[in-house]
């Protein structure tokens, strides 16, 4: 992942329309091979070809074309933490001092309970959602993060339930937005 | 847990599409062995997902945002806000807040309405908001190595 220093003018795109990346086209057919690989990255291409009537072939293009124009990069599996015991999953949000900021992060990235790190703008600094398998290695974990220098405060709030992504609301064709943000 | 379950567990990580015949070469076993124990992980639950990663900023979202949210009827809302667009992670929480969401938004205004669409579901008191950019691949970006490393130390 690409670091920059220069968090204000990242977030500042957020902001405007100035997208740093071409956008790629995607035609029907390619959002339902991109929502069924979401689904399940192993779901074979004769499942696919099925839904959309086209063949394997055709799908293996597809998804070949969608790999070589980087709108597919890699894949990725998440356990479900309870493999490692009676665990609990929380979230930790973390406010820092910004001049520490990438240190902080690549020192949570790295921590070994920690299974996601996101760094943004507004309640806290970075978001870290953490696995630990009692109420004392959350403490331990918490403790070694708010030592580092620079972190200002860390708050925890527990999740219930197990993390899954609902990748079925995602909105790829756009047709959900408003008129202003139709092409 | 198995030496072979974790051997190919570290191997999805990174890599959910490995072939099944790749895994079974390096640790000496037969392809028909990791596919079996594979389906054994899926169905017992410890898989929570096989997905691809994708450049969502290629195909015009441009920001992630997680919302915490208080709200009196928690069922009821989680119910809401699981059906609602871009809306990729609903978890019910303890502790300063009731409800955690992720959602990809495309632009300001696309995150302005979700916003408001959460804000005006009945008994949501308050919404507190995270934003961050979406420079690398998601979700692959947002997981760390951690559960490797964990996998690792629980051997």
């Known amino acids: ?183 | 847990m198995k030496e072979i379950d974790r051997n190919i567990m570290n191997e999805l990580i990174n890599d959910a599409q490995i072939p099944f015949r790749r895994i079974a070469l390096k640790f000496g076993v037969s392809p028909e062995t990791v596919r079996k124990r594979y389906e054994k992980m899926k169905t017992e639950g410890m898989i929570n997902q096989c997905m691809i990663s994708v450049d969502l900023e290629k195909i015009g979202y441009n920001g992630l945002a997680f919302l915490m949210i208080a709200c009196k009827d928690i069922a009821a809302t989680i119910a809401h806000l699981k059906k609602m667009r871009n809306v990729l992670f609903v978890a019910k929480t303890t502790g300063g807040c009731d409800i955690v969401i992720m959602a990809a938004s495309r632009d300001m205004a696309d995150l302005l309405k979700l916003v408001e669409g959460v804000k005006t579901l009945s008994g949501v008191d308050r919404v507190d908001i995270f934003l961050s950019t979406l420079d690398a691949p998601f979700p692959s970006s947002i997981i760390t190595p951690g559960m490797a490393l964990l996998l690792r130390k629980k051997s």
Do not use: W
């Open chain 1, 1 to 183: 992942m690409t670091k920059s220093n220069f968090y204000l003018a990242k977030d500042l795109h957020f902001a405007g329309d100035m997208t740093q990346k071409a956008e790629v086209k995607l035609d029907e057919i390619d959002v339902i091979i991109i929502k069924a690989l979401l689904k399940d990255a192993r779901v074979g291409l004769k499942g696919i070809a099925e839904k959309c009537g086209l063949s394997p072939n055709a799908i293996h293009k597809r998804i070949h074309n969608l790999e070589a124009s980087e709108v597919i990069v890699g894949s990725s599996t998440l356990f479900n933490p309870k493999i490692l015991g009676d665990g609990f999953t929380v979230a930790m949000e973390i406010t820092v001092y910004n001049e520490n900021k990438n240190d902080i992060v690549d020192f949570i990235r790295r921590h070994p309970d920690v299974l996601m790190c996101i760094e943004g703008i507004g309640v806290c600094d970075i978001l870290a959602i953490v696995t630990v398998s009692s109420v004392n290695e959350l403490d331990q974990a918490k403790e070694t993060i708010r030592r580092q220098t620079g972190v200002r405060k860390v708050e925890t709030v527990i999740l219930i339930e197990d993390i899954q992504f609902l990748f079925e609301n995602l909105d790829i064709s756009g047709e959900g937005s408003n008129e202003r943000n139709r092409p």
